[in-house]
Each structure stands twice: as structure tokens, then as C-alpha cells.
């Protein structure tokens, strides 16, 4: 069976959905697309680093507008805070990164979708591999049958929970504080200006966890000083005042006011004032938080059906993975589309591929975790050269394009 005009179902249309059904499209297959959102995904987005060649790529292959905004991020500067208002620098480490506003990224990777190919508000239930293709059951009723379906569903994949039914996302023990709001709010600019010359963003590390601070474009493309979006997140344990439940995130609006109360005194106490103002400004009703979970599987396809992105494994934030890794899951099956004989060579060469790489990442994610949040050093102490052996430590001989480093 050739990948020409092999009709496939999607189901998801996030970053990874939208880019699979690019990829797949352009392989001359019948791609449809189901989200079970009916209202369009654009308005929760928030900061999503990329590598600077995946971006050229992206560009360069027509999946992003070569004006696709982004704020560049050349450096991350390490504040602690001590008697001064942005407190002192620990350490300067080079991150060459680009930060793009989620809204945008998915917006753009959705053009690419023809609207007639694009389903909103359907929900996949449940599906089933046959001898000759899948049949995927929606919670409207319908049935439909494909040549392949691709899980793109993300966190909560169906897809995933029915081809590895025994694979659990595991709770990590700690979760993200995240918020953001536009630039032209804030009154005091002395730090903002300061990131800008070094093209710098910032984290406040701290006993059990630590904060990110960095510019992202905002929502209309802006993304020149004064225009674009103050995006901050803070690993910390979880609040004693929220209950999570299980994986989901609690939006925006659902956080209680007493577990805003404990992250408020967590800025106060371990912050520098220039940076506990940037985050405190962001009102307690447009602050989510995400629990961090991990979630990993030993092979991404069967016979019939295919995971890419988040469905296929979540890597924890730290590693400013989850698009790059889904982005980079499509660009690889256009890749493989042009080259194998059939839809079993395809789904091999992918698998080969992808699971592996992923789950590496993971194992990144893992150690980040540990050294950056749960098993934090007394970073007070610490010179560049400490923070340069513990880096090295942490990533074992594994590679991470956010550090710069390329295997
Ligand atoms: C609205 C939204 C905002 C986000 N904002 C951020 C952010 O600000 N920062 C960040 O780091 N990451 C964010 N993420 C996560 C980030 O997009 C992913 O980690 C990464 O890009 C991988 O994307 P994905 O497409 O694999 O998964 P996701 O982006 O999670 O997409 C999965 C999609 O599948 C759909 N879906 C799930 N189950 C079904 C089903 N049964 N049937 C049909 N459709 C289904 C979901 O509605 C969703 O659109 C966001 C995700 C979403 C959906």
C-alpha cells in the first residue's frame, strides 16, 4: 500500500495535528482533522520556546510565514535576590531559543489546514483497527473509517490510552504557576530594558523550585519593547489550599484564593523585588496552574494508528520541548512520506525515529526536575563554574537546544 491517497484521520487540531496534516497532505494522502474544541484555541496561549534552525525550517518548508514573529533569547540570566531591587547574578548561561506566542504558532500551523478538512467540536471516543483500516467512533455518533489515524489529542490522548492501556502519566510532585499580560502595563520598564540588551530572560532559583520571566510576542504579531507580552511561570510544590485533579491543568479563574495567597508569599519571600513585581502584577484570575506529570510509551504506532506530540509522550516544560517535539514529529513524517514504499515502512521508520528520541527527552525533563525543583542546591553559594559542573551533571552526556548544544 502506497501513502498516496491513503485517507487519514486526525484526531487533534493543535501544534501537532495542524503540522501532521501539512505533512501528510503534502504526500499526496486524504488528511481530516477532529478537535473536540469548538471555539478555536487561540486565546490560553502563552510562551513556547522553539530552536532557531527548527524555526528556519519551518519558514523554509511553508509550515510559518517567513514574518513569523518571535522575541529572540540569547542568554539566561540567573537573579537571586539579595538587598538590591534585581537581585544578583548567579551565573549567565548561553540559550539561543526563539519565544513565540502559542496563539500565533497554532493560528499559523492552522492556515495550512483547509477549513473543509478541519472538524471542530468532534470528540473521538473510542476506535478500532480492522484488517483493513481503523474505525474511529465520535461522541456525536458518527463512525468513520480510515486507512491510518493519528493520535494528536495531547495530554489525555484517547489514542494513546487504548494502544497502551497499562501507561499512566506519572505525577512529578510538583507543579507550574503560569501568567502573562501585555508589556505596555508595566510601569517601571528598568529590568525590561535591562533583559533587552542581552537579549536575556531571566529565573529566580529558590529553595523547592524556581521562576522563568521572558517577552513573547503578543497576540496581533507585536513584538517590539513596549508591545509584546510579560510571560512568567514558577515550579513550585503544589499549593496546599488547591486540589488538583489528577492530570488537568486549573485554568485560569478556577485557582483559589488561598493557594494565590501561598504564591504570593512565596514571591514575597524569595524573589527579587524587580521580578516579584513583574509576576505579582498579574491579577489572580489570569493565573493557571499546570501540574507537571510525565508520561512516556514504548512504541508510537500499531498497525493502523500513530501518535505525534504530547499524545506520544509529555516532557516536562523545563525542556522547552512540547512544540519542538511535535513540530519535529511532522517535519519527520513529511520526510519519511517522500521516501518509504508503504504505509508499514512509514509507521516502522517513524517509530525508529521518534519514540526513542522522546524518550530521552523525558529522561532530561526527569533530571531537570530533580536538580532544578525537588533536590535544589544551595544556590546562594554557587559560582559559575559550580552552576557550569552541575549542568554538566545534570545533562549526563545528553544534548538539549535550549543549552545551545547539538548532538
Ligand atoms: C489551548 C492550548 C493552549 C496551550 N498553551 C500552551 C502554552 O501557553 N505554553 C505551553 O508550553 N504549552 C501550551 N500548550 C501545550 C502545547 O501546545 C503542547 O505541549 C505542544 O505544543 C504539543 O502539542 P500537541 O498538539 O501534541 O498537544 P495539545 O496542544 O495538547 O493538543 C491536543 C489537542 O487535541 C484535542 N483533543 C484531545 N482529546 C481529543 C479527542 N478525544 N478528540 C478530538 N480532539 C481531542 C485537544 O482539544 C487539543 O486541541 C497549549 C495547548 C492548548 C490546547
Known sequence: MTIQGLNVGVIGGSIAGCAAATALSRA???????ER????????????????????????????????????MKTRWWQFPDNTTQGRRLWTQATPAFA????????????????????????????????????????????????????????????????????????????????????????????????????AWLTVPFEGGHGVLYMIPDLDGSNMPGHRRVNWAVYAPCPMAQQLNGIESVPPGAVEKAAFVEFQRLLNDDFPKAIRDLIAHTRHEDVSIQPIYDSVVDTYTSDRTLLIGDAGTMARPHTASGATKALEDALSLEDLAGTVDDLAELLARYDAQRCAQAKTLSQIGRRIGR?????????????????????????????????????
Open 100 to 199: 513565540n506566542n502559542w496563539g500565533n504558532l497554532w493560528r499559523a500551523l492552522r492556515r495550512n489546514v483547509p477549513t473543509d478538512n478541519y472538524h471542530e467540536g468532534r470528540r473521538l471516543s473510542d476506535f478500532t483497527e480492522t484488517e483493513t483500516g481503523v474505525v474511529a467512533q465520535f461522541h456525536d455518533g458518527e463512525a468513520r473509517n480510515f486507512d491510518l489515524l493519528i493520535g494528536a489529542d495531547g495530554y489525555h490522548s484517547v489514542v494513546r490510552s487504548k494502544m497502551h492501556p497499562q501507561a499512566k502519566p506519572e505525577y512529578a510532585g510538583y507543579v507550574l504557576w503560569r501568567g502573562n499580560y501585555p508589556e505596555a502595563e508595566v510601569d517601571d520598564k528598568s529590568l525590561i530594558d535591562a533583559i533587552d540588551t542581552d537579549f
Open 371 to 407: 536538580a532544578q525543583v525537588l533536590e535544589t542546591p544551595d544556590w546562594g553559594t554557587m559560582s559559575s563554574a559550580d552552576f557550569e559542573d552541575w549542568h554538566k551533571a545534570i545533562m549526563s552526556g545528553d544534548t538539549l537546544y535550549l543549552y545551545g548544544e547539538t548532538a
Open 28 to 34: 499526496g494522502c486524504n488528511v481530516e482533522v477532529f
Open 37 to 72: 474544541s469548538s471555539k478555536g484555541l487561540t486565546d490560553r496561549g502563552s510562551g513556547i520556546a522553539i530552536p532557531g534552525q527548527l524555526r528556519a525550517d519551518l519558514m523554509e518548508r511553508g509550515y510559518l510565514p517567513r514574518d513569523f514573529p518571535n522575541c529572540e
